[in-house]
């Protein structure tokens, strides 16, 4: 069961968190009321959208042993959820005093800075989470987001690239392309001016890389709507429709 124990517990820091709650039941089996398990299946289970479970295996798990620091942070996302702020920082204190060192509590900490908008404090713990759990995509993806809005290109950048690691997604391959033509000029410039050669050799087939652009801003637009960045959205909107226009102007000049 040691090693059970030991591979739910990898799961859970994997953000593998159906496969570790399955793990956690098969550990709890033999041993049903170790609390720490407990705790484990109720932030994996907090993490798959199961409140209600999460909830009562917590506070079964905090009734065994109050000292439970991920059974804590549950809870501090549990009242952050019903809106009970203050309740949900005193546990994420709670949890912090417990286990400092830990990379869902340092996490826990960081995400609900950066939800007051503290977003220096949440950049702290979110960077000590993700030194402790350098695979821990959460963390990055959060830190992403501050740096978003510090400003700080360089710290954005590096994050892209860390997120496109953990998880190659399209979503992410679409940031780390917009990433790529943003920082490099002469690509975006070659990208942008290319089509106007059609003017001279009235070869229609360069007006793809104005398509390719009018793909990757729409592609950013969507993915700026589905993180609620409206002013990215329209940015966006605006470039691909301005790209759209020049090109029907040019193919019309090169018919």
């Known amino acids: 069961m040691i090693e059970q124990t030991r591979l739910a517990e990898d799961a859970r820091k994997a953000e593998k ?4 709650v399955r793990l ?16 484990g299946m109720a932030y994996c289970l907090y993490q798959l959208g199961k409140k209600q479970d999460a909830t009562t295996t917590c506070k079964t798990a905090l009734a065994a ?5 991920l059974a804590h942070v549950v809870l501090a996302y549990v009242y952050q959820d019903d809106s009970e702020i203050s309740e949900s920082r005193r546990e994420s204190t709670t949890a912090l005093a417990l286990d400092p060192d830990s990379a869902e509590v340092l996490y826990c900490n960081g995400i609900l800075r950066e939800i007051d908008g503290n977003f220096d404090g949440a950049i702290q713990y979110l960077e000590r989470a ?15 987001y501050c740096y978003e809005r510090k400003s700080n290109r360089k710290r954005i950048e590096q994050e892209i690239r860390v997120l496109f690691r953990l998880r190659p997604t399209f979503w992410n391959f679409i940031r780390l392309l917009s990433m790529t033509f943003s920082t490099n000029r002469v690509l975006l410039a070659a990208f942008m001016l290319v089509p106007f050669l059609m003017v001279f050799v009235h070869n229609k087939l360069l007006v793809i890389p104005h398509l390719f652009l009018v793909a990757l801003y729409l592609a950013s637009a969507i993915l700026a709507f589905l993180i609620r960045q409206p002013k990215m959205v329209w ?12 090109d029907v102007i040019l193919l019309s000049v090169t018919t």
């Open 17 to 20: 968190y159906s496969l570790a």
């Open 130 to 144: 993700a030194e402790i759990n350098p695979e821990m995509y959460l963390a990055h993806y959060n830190l992403l």
């Open 235 to 246: 940015r966006n909107v605006g470039m691909a429709v301005f790209l759209a226009i020049t």
């Open 24 to 39: 956690y039941r098969e550990s709890l089996a033999a041993t049903p009321d170790d609390p720490s398990l407990l705790a």
């Open 65 to 69: 042993n109050s000292s439970l620091a």
